[in-house]
């Protein structure tokens, strides 16, 4: 029996990840659950799960949560906490085995942080994490001999194709990337792009944040740093091929030419699984119907109509604070772009001018990664600020 420990519970990795324990009941367990303020759900997920540890992202919702788990008769069996200091200890809970990350953005860091310096096998859907802090966070889990397993779908694609061959028979990765719903907008329509168009992915159902991201290509360009820290490779070895179908998730090109894809359905619970049972594989019924497979497109991606590829690459290669800088401004403009503050346009537009104006230096611990990060979001809402005065 594997006990998990799920940082993010009531999102879409969240339930996922409840959705492949409750198939497998005899596999899995759940130990600890963090969510941020959907007290409704957690409530119902305590209800059904019983976790040891319940953490709510504030004091308030965490009070709540814990009334209707005294008026259910649970409030004794399940210890309710908040906060970072709370994910904290659902990351690091004594019986958890397996730590799924899937908090959205740098709120998810430390709580990750800590789970691999406990010596947790964690399974990563947070790629923020790793974008803002992966240097640090893959010293540790290599100090601690435990597997970093991705859970988002490429870079689980290029774990299971990289098996295939020693890691310096590598050539290259290709990411693949659907494109997103404006592959085919030009570009001179894109200020008048509205929240609803950008929320509606072509192929995947995700949360909101990842969901404006893979609009922008800025999700491609933190995958393209996640497979960097992740996988050990310079930039330059990552290249991007955008596949609108989404049915080859990314490929690993081998010295002597041979490329090795991996192919599934668009359904996140299958890298869930692989991560889980890593490296094991188990029987599941997440088939993909080959005998209707007729086409698989490609063709490059567009860094001038989608500059937050571009941005990625750039700020990789100048590498420590830059890449906290890119992540910061894009999960502050994000959520401006959300909101109606900014139109689609700016959100390309405030990321370079915050990771132009922060100096290139590389942080030395956690604490210091969330400095720079907390200056970079200062940065990114003044210039927000402007932005939306002018409008
Ligand atoms: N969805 C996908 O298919 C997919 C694929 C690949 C990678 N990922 C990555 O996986 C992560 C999660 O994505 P998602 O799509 O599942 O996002 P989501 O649906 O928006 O869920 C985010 C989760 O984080 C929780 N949360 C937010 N702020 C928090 C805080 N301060 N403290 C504790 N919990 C907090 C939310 O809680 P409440 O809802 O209770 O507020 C929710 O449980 C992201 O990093 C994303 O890039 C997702």
Known sequence: MKRIAILGSTGSIGKSTLNIVESFPDRFSVVSMAAGNNVELAFEQARRWRPQILSMATADAASQVQDKLNKAGLGSAIETVQGSAGSVRVATHPDADFVVSAIVGVAGLEATYEAVKAGKTVGLANKECLVAAGDLITAEARRQGKPLLPIDSEHNAIHQAMRGGRRNEVQRVWLTASGGPFLHTPASEFAKITVEQALNHPTWKMGKR??????????KGFEVIEACRLFDMPPSQVSVLVHPQSTIHSMVEFVDGSLLAQLSVTDMRLPILYALCYPDRIE???????????????LPPDLEKFPCLRLAYQAVEAGGAKTIALNAADEVAVAAFLEGSIGFPDIPATIEAVVRETPARIPESIEEVLVVDENARLRARDRIQYVGSRV
């Open 210 to 219: 990842i969901t404006i991201d893979s609009a922008t290509l800025m999700n």
């Open 284 to 298: 599941s019924d997440l088939r993909f119907p080959v005998e209707e497979l007729r086409r698989l497109d490609f």
